[in-house]
Each structure stands twice: as C-alpha cells, then as structure tokens.
Nanobody, 124 residues
C-alpha cells in the first residue's frame, strides 16, 4: 500500500488547511485509515481515524470540533479538514493504513502497518 499525503503548508492561527492522502491498491473505505502528527523530540500521536466507509470515526480530544476526517471513494483518498488551527497544531502530519480489523478506528500507531512520507503543517 502506497500513501501519498499533500496539502500541508503555513497558515496563521485561526486559519484552515485540508490534507489529502491518496492510497493505492487497496480501498480506504473498507479498511482503517488514520492521521497522525509528530514534532521533533516527541512521540507520534493519533489525530483522527476512519473506518467502515466513514461510519466510524475517532478523534483526539485536542482536535475534536476543529478537525474532520472524510473520504472520497472515487479517488480512494482520505482528507483531514483542519479548522481553527492553533500554533500547537504545528507538526509533520502522516497518513497511515491498516487492513480492516476489530481495532478500528484507532489512534494507536501500533495498529498501522503502512505510512505515508508526511506533510508539514506550520501554524504561526
């Protein structure tokens, strides 16, 4: 499974960004997909996860009400809409994929076998 993220960039506090993660070979709608973020010197943390064609989702408390994860079956792509961004949202954001299982949706890095290369988000 190859995952390609895009959409990162620099934005002022209060602004919005939408990240995209395009997956190859396997359907994102039938499997477990997550967004994670990491800053240097800290552990990677789960931000959002989606499963069962978007019917099941989970969000970190720090982003609830501000971030929304969605998918486009036709493009086999998942999105992370980030609104009301804060400086503490600054991080490298990664998309992750796991074949469907009972642990999805999941914000645990151990759930996922496949990772994208990351896209940087900077909020000032």
């Amino acid at each position: 499974v190859q995952l390609v993220e895009s959409g990162g960039g620099s934005v002022q506090a209060g602004g919005s960004l939408r990240l995209s993660c395009a997956a190859s070979e396997y359907s994102v709608s039938n499997n477990c997909v997550g967004w994670f973020r990491q800053v240097p010197g800290k552990q990677r943390e789960g931000v959002a996860s989606l499963y069962n064609n978007g019917k099941s989702t989970d969000y970190a408390d720090s982003v609830k009400g501000r971030f929304t994860m969605s998918l486009d079956n036709a493009k086999n792509t998942v999105y992370l809409q980030m609104n009301s961004l804060k400086p503490e949202d600054t991080a490298m954001y990664y998309c992750a994929f796991a074949f469907r299982g009972s642990f999805c949706p999941s914000l645990n890095t151990n759930t996922y076998m496949y990772w994208g290369q990351g896209t940087q988000v900077t909020v000032s």
